[in-house]
C-alpha cells in the first residue's frame, strides 16, 4: 500500500483562500483499494482491515470505476451527525468519509493539485452508497471554522493546501487544529481494580522518546464495566516482571498492586492538558487503537507557528459545515 500524507498539528488554523477547510473525524484512517472486483482496505500501520470493516468494503466495490484508490476516515455517525471513536464497537452505523483520491483507473492523480483532485472525487462519489460519504470542505475563513467545529463538539479540523499534490509523511501543507486535547498512549502496566470493580484500576501509559518510553500517567476513568474485564484478559498475557518506563515511576505515582507488561498495545486518551513534569491532567480513557504500531507513539504538541498567511486574494465566506464547496 502507498505511505498515508499526514497532517501536522498546530495551535491555530491558517487564513487564506490557499486553504481547504475540512471536518477531522473521530474514527480509523483508511486506505481503499479497488481493482475490478477485489477491494482492501488498509490501515495507517498497513494492516489489512478489509475483513473489520466488510461493509464498507462492499459499499466500495460498488462504485463505477473499476480501479480507484481512495484516502479517508472509518467512523461511527452518531443521531446529531457528529463521529465517535467511543461508538465504533458499539452498534453505531459506521461511514466511508472519503476526502481524497490517490488514483482512478489507471490514472495516478496523487501529484495533481487537491483542488483538481477533490472535484474528481466529489464527481466519482455522487452517486455512492449510504455507506461512503464525500468529506466536504470550506474555502479560507479558518478562524471561523475552527470556532463552528469546536461549537458542534467536533475533535477539530483539518486545514489543506489547496495547490498542492498529495505527499507521504507528515509536512506542512495539511495542518490540523484540535478543540480538545487527545493522543495516542502505549500502556505498560495496570493497576489492580479496588472495591466491587472488575478487571483493573487503572491503565499506567506513556509516549516515546527514541527508544525509551517515558510515563505519561495513569488513566482510571473513561471505562465501561466490559471494557475493564476484557482488558484485563488482553493484558494478562503481555505481564512482565520489569517495568517498560525509563524511568521507572515511583509508587507514589502509580499507586500500590502494579502489573507491567510488554509496550505493544496503544489507547485513545482525552485530556485537560500535560503537566510540567510531563504528565496528563484529568486523562478519559476514549478506545484502543489497533491501527497504531507502540513505537509511533510519541508527545504530540502542537506548533506554535502556521504557515505564512496568503494576501493575495479576499478571503471567501465560509459555507456553513455540510455545504459542497467547488474548486
Same mark, same amino acid.
Given at each position: 500500500?502507498?505511505?498515508?500524507?499526514?497532517?501536522?498539528?498546530?495551535?491555530?488554523?491558517?487564513? +487564506? $483562500? #490557499?486553504?481547504?477547510?475540512?471536518?477531522?473525524?473521530?474514527?480509523?484512517?483508511? =486506505?481503499? !483499494?479497488?481493482?475490478? %472486483? /477485489?477491494?482492501?482496505?488498509?490501515?495507517?500501520?498497513?494492516?489489512?482491515?478489509?475483513?473489520?470493516?466488510?461493509?464498507?468494503?462492499?459499499?466500495?466495490?460498488?462504485?463505477?470505476?473499476?480501479?480507484?484508490?481512495?484516502?479517508?476516515?472509518?467512523?461511527?455517525?452518531?443521531?446529531?451527525?457528529?463521529?465517535?471513536?467511543?461508538?465504533?464497537?458499539?452498534?453505531?452505523?459506521?461511514?466511508?468519509?472519503?476526502?481524497?483520491?490517490?488514483?482512478? +483507473? $489507471? #490514472?495516478?492523480?496523487?501529484?495533481?493539485?487537491?483542488?483538481?483532485?477533490?472535484? =474528481?472525487? !466529489?464527481?466519482?462519489? %455522487? /452517486?455512492?452508497?449510504?455507506?461512503?460519504?464525500?468529506?466536504?470542505?470550506?474555502?479560507?475563513?479558518?478562524?471561523?471554522?475552527?470556532?463552528?467545529?469546536?461549537?458542534?463538539?467536533?475533535?477539530?479540523?483539518?486545514?489543506?493546501?489547496?495547490?498542492?499534490?498529495?505527499?507521504?509523511?507528515?509536512?506542512?501543507?495539511?495542518?490540523?487544529?484540535?478543540?480538545?486535547?487527545?493522543?495516542?498512549?502505549?500502556?505498560?502496566?495496570?493497576?489492580?481494580?479496588?472495591?466491587?470493580?472488575?478487571?483493573?484500576?487503572?491503565?499506567?501509559?506513556?509516549?516515546?522518546?527514541?527508544?525509551?518510553?517515558?510515563?505519561?500517567?495513569?488513566?482510571?476513568?473513561?471505562?465501561?464495566?466490559?471494557?475493564?474485564?476484557?482488558?484485563?484478559?488482553?493484558?494478562?498475557?503481555?505481564?512482565?516482571?520489569?517495568?517498560?518506563?525509563?524511568?521507572?515511576?515511583?509508587?507514589?505515582?502509580?499507586?500500590?498492586?502494579?502489573?507491567?507488561?510488554?509496550?505493544?498495545?496503544?489507547?485513545?486518551?482525552?485530556?485537560?492538558?500535560?503537566?510540567?513534569?510531563?504528565?496528563?491532567?484529568?486523562?478519559?480513557?476514549?478506545?484502543?487503537?489497533?491501527?497504531?504500531?507502540?513505537?509511533?507513539?510519541?508527545?504530540?504538541?502542537?506548533?506554535?507557528?502556521?504557515?505564512?498567511?496568503?494576501?493575495?486574494?479576499?478571503?471567501?465566506?465560509?459555507?456553513?459545515?455540510?455545504?459542497?464547496?467547488?474548486?
Amino acid at each position: 500500500m502507498r505511505e498515508l500524507q499526514l497532517a501536522t498539528l498546530v495551535d491555530e488554523a491558517p487564513e +487564506g $483562500d #490557499d486553504w481547504f477547510h475540512e471536518q477531522k473525524f473521530d474514527g480509523y484512517r483508511i =486506505l481503499a !483499494e479497488k481493482d475490478g %472486483e /477485489d477491494v482492501q482496505l488498509w490501515s495507517r500501520n498497513g494492516k489489512s482491515w478489509t475483513d473489520n470493516f466488510h461493509t464498507i468494503a462492499k459499499a466500495v466495490a460498488t462504485l463505477s470505476t473499476k480501479k480507484v484508490v481512495l484516502d479517508g476516515e472509518v467512523a461511527a455517525l452518531m443521531p446529531n451527525g457528529v463521529t465517535s471513536f467511543g461508538a465504533m464497537h458499539g452498534g453505531a452505523p459506521l461511514v466511508y468519509f472519503v476526502f481524497d483520491v490517490l488514483s482512478i +483507473g $489507471d #490514472d495516478d492523480i496523487a501529484g495533481r493539485p487537491l483542488h483538481e483532485r477533490k472535484a =474528481l472525487l !466529489e464527481e466519482l462519489l %455522487e /452517486d455512492c452508497p449510504d455507506d461512503i460519504k464525500y468529506s466536504e470542505h470550506v474555502v479560507g475563513r479558518g478562524g471561523e471554522f475552527f470556532a463552528l467545529a469546536c461549537q458542534r463538539g467536533l475533535e477539530g479540523i483539518i486545514s489543506k493546501r489547496r495547490d498542492q499534490p498529495y505527499s507521504p509523511g507528515r509536512g506542512k501543507s495539511w495542518l490540523k487544529v484540535k478543540c480538545l486535547q487527545r493522543q495516542e498512549l502505549v500502556i505498560g502496566g495496570f493497576t489492580e481494580p479496588d472495591g466491587s470493580r472488575k478487571g483493573i484500576g487503572a491503565l499506567l501509559m506513556g509516549v516515546y522518546d527514541g527508544d525509551r518510553l517515558h510515563y505519561a500517567g495513569k488513566v482510571g476513568t473513561g471505562f465501561s464495566s466490559k471494557l475493564l474485564v476484557e482488558l484485563r484478559d488482553e493484558l494478562d498475557p503481555l505481564e512482565v516482571h520489569a517495568s517498560p518506563f525509563d524511568p521507572e515511576p515511583s509508587r507514589a505515582l502509580t499507586g500500590p498492586r502494579v502489573h507491567w507488561v510488554r509496550p505493544e498495545l496503544v489507547g485513545e486518551v482525552a485530556f485537560l492538558e500535560w503537566t510540567g513534569d510531563g504528565r496528563l491532567r484529568h486523562p478519559s480513557f476514549q478506545g484502543m487503537r489497533r491501527d497504531k504500531a507502540a513505537k509511533s507513539v510519541v508527545r504530540e504538541e502542537p506548533k506554535r507557528t502556521v504557515p505564512e498567511k496568503s494576501s493575495s486574494k479576499k478571503p471567501r465566506t465560509a459555507k456553513k459545515s455540510g455545504s459542497r464547496s467547488r474548486s
